[in-house]
DNA sequence: ACTTTGACTTGCA
DNA sequence: ATGCAAGCCAAAG
C-alpha cells in the first residue's frame, strides 16, 4: 500500500488531533489537510485504517457532515455512536452534537 | 496510464 | 424532512 507515507498519513494525524471528547467532520479533516473537497480521500484513509488495524487513530471521531455518522462495513454506526458518547459527546438523535463538540467554532 | 470505486458534500426536487 | 444526482480527490485494480 502507498499509503504509508501519503495523504493517509496526514489524514492520521489529524485525526489524531483531534481532543477527546470531540469530533470532526470528514470535509472538516479534509480542510485541514489542505483539500477543500477530500472529504472522500479522508474517508478512503480510514478505511484503509481499519485495513492496517486502527493503529491509535480515533476514527470514530470522525463523522459525517452535520455530525451524522456515516456506515462502515462490517461496523455498525452504534458502535461509534458509544465510543463517543464515552467520551463524552452528546448527541442529538442520530447525529452528534456540534454545537457543542463540532470542531466547527 | 486509464478506469472504477469509495467511511463524503452540497444542491435541487 | 426525505430522495436523487453531480462534483471533487485520492488510491487500488
Known amino acids: 500500500m502507498t499509503t504509508d507515507d ?3 498519513a496526514r489524514v492520521y494525524e489529524a485525526v489524531r488531533g483531534i481532543p477527546r471528547g470531540r469530533v470532526a467532520t470528514y ?4 480542510r485541514w489537510l489542505g483539500v477543500a473537497r477530500g472529504a472522500r480521500a479522508v ?3 480510514l478505511r484503509a485504517l481499519d485495513a492496517q488495524g486502527s493503529r491509535r487513530v480515533p476514527w470514530h471521531r470522525v463523522v459525517g457532515a452535520g455530525g451524522r455518522i456515516s456506515l462502515r462495513a462490517g461496523v455498525g454506526p452504534q458502535l461509534q455512536r458509544r465510543r463517543l458518547r464515552a ?3 452528546r448527541f442529538a438523535g442520530e447525529r452528534v452534537d456540534l454545537g457543542r463538540h463540532g470542531c466547527r467554532a
Do not use: L, N
Not at 27 to 30: C, F, P, R
Open 27 to 30: 470535509g472538516q479533516v479534509a
Open 87 to 89: 467520551e463524552g459527546v
Open 6 to 8: 501519503g495523504f493517509f
Open 43 to 45: 474517508g478512503w484513509a
